[in-house]
Every structure is written in C-alpha cells, then in structure tokens.
C-alpha cells in the first residue's frame, strides 16, 4: 500500500545555511535531492521517515572540480554529470562507469553522489569505487565542518557516523593509480540492482572493494596484502572468500556470491578485459 503523501512534512531550503539551521532547529528530518530511492519505498508503503528536507535547488552544492591530481565532487553531482565529465573521465574513469550502470537515465539524471552514499546500500554501484579510491566525505552542520574517511563512514547496515544536523556537501578525491578495473554483475545490462560489484586498482599496493558481499560495501585488507606479497592468486581467492560476509536474498544465494568475487577476482587480477579496464 502507499504512503499517503498527505501524511508527510516537507520543508524546503534555499541556501545552504538555511538548510543547515533547518537541521539543527527543526530535526528530525531527512534531506532529499533526486528522491529516486525515496519515491520507491512511497510506492511500496515502506517510507521509514515523515519528515523531510528538499535541497535539490541548492546549486553550491553541485559541480566537479580538479584538485592536486584528484577531484572535489559537491554532493548533488548527478551520476550523468559524472559520466559525462572529462575531469572524471581523466582521473577517475571507472567513477563514471559505475555511473552509466546506476538504474536508467531518469534514475542517472535525477540520482546524486551523495544520495548514493548516504543511502548506504551496499549494493550502491559507486561506493566500492569511492573505496578503493580512498575518498573523503566532508560534513557540515551549522556548528561547523568535519572530514571523514570513505571507508569509515559506515557503522553497519544502512547505518553511518553522519549525525542528524549534518549534510554531505562535497566528496574529496585524491588521486587514484593506473590500471582501474569495474565490473557489476546483475540481472539485466541495466536496470539491476547488483548481485555483486566490484572497483579494483592494479598497482604496487593492490586495492579491492567489493558491495553486496556484507553489509556495507567494504575494501579487502587481507586479500590486498595477499597479493602484494605475492600469493598464487588459488590462495588470494580463498583469503577474499573468508573475508567477505554474503548472505542468501532475493537476488542471489551466498554461495553464487562468494564464487563470482572469486572469479572476478582472478579475472581482474590476470588482466581480464571483459569488465571496464583503465589502464593509463
């Protein structure tokens, strides 16, 4: 059944700083920008919040700037901006094929970096890329700024440190090496929601991040240093299998997971093409 719209309480800010007070003084309440997940769970009646904030028309909060070799990417960015940005494009080229794998183009057009990210689904199709590229999230409040590593933004499930009168405004990019790897394996080529995803960087320090295998996205410390000591990659699959946490759902079983992170690790780690290769 759906959520009767009559039921919710919706505000609307028109800078940032009215935002941010609105946050402070009138919470609890819950930022929207492209809604694609919120219009959703409205339709299905599983709306878990009633009170929310619009900043979809905050424009200081869009835009992609090159910074030291890396990139400052502010919170409302759309995933078609990022897919069609040369900066992207340069420095961090498989940022913008997680992008065009994000739903279809009303979802690309409407749906935000930061939406993805505070949405905190670890089936998110960027987050294993913001992993492995050892981003940043910048906080604001009112009170002030605060900066927190990508990879220890969330608690749990769906959960993060962000508090209640914070928003995401930017996400910090430092550079990221040569040899970047993507690949989303999912139902359909498009429209899926993924059945595992997975950002990797071939480099002297390999980085690999996986999502829909736990209950965040997550890097692979153990299966990193496996392979940058030199383990036969039959060992390094069998670290990544003991490291990862899938669980049976209605998109696939713990078992098919486990073996595609296997394999596609492999395939990345022996050169593979047939998932979106960088190598610069």
């Keep these: 059944m759906r959520t009767a719209v009559s039921a919710l309480d919706l505000r609307k800010a028109s800078s940032v700083?009215?935002?941010?007070a609105i946050l402070r003084d009138d919470a609890p309440r819950t930022p929207l920008a492209g809604c694609t997940d919120?219009?959703?769970s409205l339709n299905f009646g599983t709306l878990s919040g009633a009170r929310f904030l619009d900043i979809w028309g905050l424009d200081e909060l869009r835009g992609i700037t090159a910074v030291d070799g890396g990139m400052r990417v502010g919170a409302l960015t759309t995933h078609t901006e990022l897919a069609r940005s040369p900066i992207v494009a340069e420095r961090l080229p498989i940022l913008a094929a997680a992008c065009r794998e994000v739903g279809g183009v009303q979802i690309q057009n409407r749906g935000t970096l930061a939406g993805n990210v505070a949405n905190g689904s670890p089936a998110g199709d960027t987050l294993p890329v913001l992993a492995i590229a050892d981003a940043v999230i910048l906080l604001r409040s009112a009170e002030g700024e605060r900066r927190v590593p990508f990879n220890g933004f969330y608690t749990g499930y769906r959960a993060t440190v962000m508090r209640p009168d914070e928003l995401i405004v930017a996400i910090e990019i430092p550079p990221v090496p040569a040899g970047q790897w993507f690949r989303k394996v999912g139902t359909r080529a498009a429209q899926a929601i993924s059945k595992v995803v997975v950002?990797?960087?071939k480099d002297r320090q390999p980085r690999i991040s996986f999502?829909?295998?736990?209950?965040?996205?997550v890097r692979l410390p153990r299966t990193e240093a496996a392979l940058?000591?030199?383990a036969p990659i039959e060992e390094a699959q069998r670290v990544l299998m003991d490291e990862i946490t899938p669980i049976d759902d209605i998109r696939s079983t713990a078992d098919y997971r486990r073996r595609v992170c296997a394999n596609l690790l492999a395939r990345w780690w022996n050169g593979a093409s047939d998932g979106t290769e960088v190598s610069r």
């Design 38 to 40: 919120v219009y959703v």
């Design 199 to 201: 950002a990797a960087v």
């Design 17 to 20: 700083d009215e935002a941010l």
């Design 228 to 230: 940058a000591g030199g």
């Design 211 to 217: 999502g829909s295998v736990a209950a965040t996205v």
